[in-house]
């Protein structure tokens, strides 16, 4: 039986960041643990497909790494290989030579982040990026890949997205995930990125969404928010996979799709 993977079902796509299993890795010289047994483990488990945010710094993922992985990939066609970062760092140098080694390559998600970034904090802004932007994507397209855009929960900015030629936008939740303990402000959050996700529709996009989403509040949001194609999820599962392993985390995070479906 073939993968209801993101690839064609209409129920949201799990994609696991591996980058915490690079930085654990890297702080030794064995090898372990495995980005590509981490990745495997997750797509015999359902993960609809792998994320990687290479930074320019090579902190956790290096650039090995994105091969390793792209090589994985290919024997699991029907699951998605999606790599985050700056395209104006050399995302789109490492992209172009995926796609010349034949390797596959489903969506590049451009954050805005400088090269000594913490973690991704913000969005990209319309019209300030438009003029940048346009020609990376272009660029990115021509590679065979779906451009997501990283973005706040702006509906008012979904326009400028979708004017510069992207295909999607992934809505940036970390202010959700802090909002989430305390009723009101996850109401009110939840609110905000409806009104995004319904812009960013209307507006032609497909909608992601990803950063510190996590099995408490993971069900909630995608019950409020219509239409998320994808989820993209690093820290949290993985520290849920140090206690429970990568398989029972994995089947966990889908039934937390599944059940803002059902
Ligand atoms: C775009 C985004 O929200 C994630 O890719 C996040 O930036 C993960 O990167 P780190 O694992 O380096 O925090
Ligand atoms: N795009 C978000 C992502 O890949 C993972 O973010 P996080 O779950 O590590 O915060």
Redesign the pocket.
């Known amino acids: 039986m073939s993968h209801p993977s993101a690839l064609g079902a209409s129920r949201t796509a799990l994609s696991v960041?591996v980058?915490?299993v690079a930085?654990l890795r890297n702080s030794r010289h064995l090898g372990i643990p495995s980005v590509t047994r981490a990745a495997t483990l997750c797509l015999q488990a359902g993960a609809d497909g792998i994320?990687v945010?290479p930074?320019p710094d090579e902190?956790?993922i290096r650039w090995h790494d994105v091969f390793d992985l792209a090589r994985l990939l290919r024997d699991w066609p029907d699951r998605e290989f999606n790599i985050?970062g700056n395209p104006f760092h050399n995302l789109l140098d490492v992209a172009r030579e995926v796609v010349q080694q034949g390797l596959p390559l489903h969506q590049l998600?451009f954050?805005p982040?400088a090269v000594d970034?913490?973690?991704?904090d913000h969005g990209w802004r319309f019209p300030e990026d438009a003029q940048r932007l346009r020609p990376v994507i272009e660029q990115a397209q021509a590679l065979g890949a779906r451009v997501s855009l990283?973005m706040d929960p702006d509906p008012a900015q979904m326009a400028g997205a979708r004017a510069v030629g992207a295909d999607r936008v992934?809505l940036?939740t970390?202010p959700y995930a802090a909002a989430w303990p305390d009723a009101a402000a996850r109401a009110a959050q939840l609110q905000r990125y409806r009104d995004a996700a319904v812009a960013a529709q209307a507006a032609g996009l497909g909608v992601n969404a990803?950063?510190?989403l996590n099995r408490d509040n993971l069900t909630d949001f995608l019950r409020a928010v219509p239409g998320v194609a994808e989820v993209?999820i690093?820290?949290a599962l993985i520290a849920d996979a140090l206690e429970l392993g990568y398989a029972a985390t994995v089947q966990d995070y889908r039934r937390c799709i599944a059940a803002a479906a059902g």
């Open positions: 960041n980058n915490k930085l994320t945010h930074r902190r956790h985050e998600t954050v982040d970034q913490f973690t991704s990283f992934e940036y970390e990803g950063h510190d993209s690093g820290h």
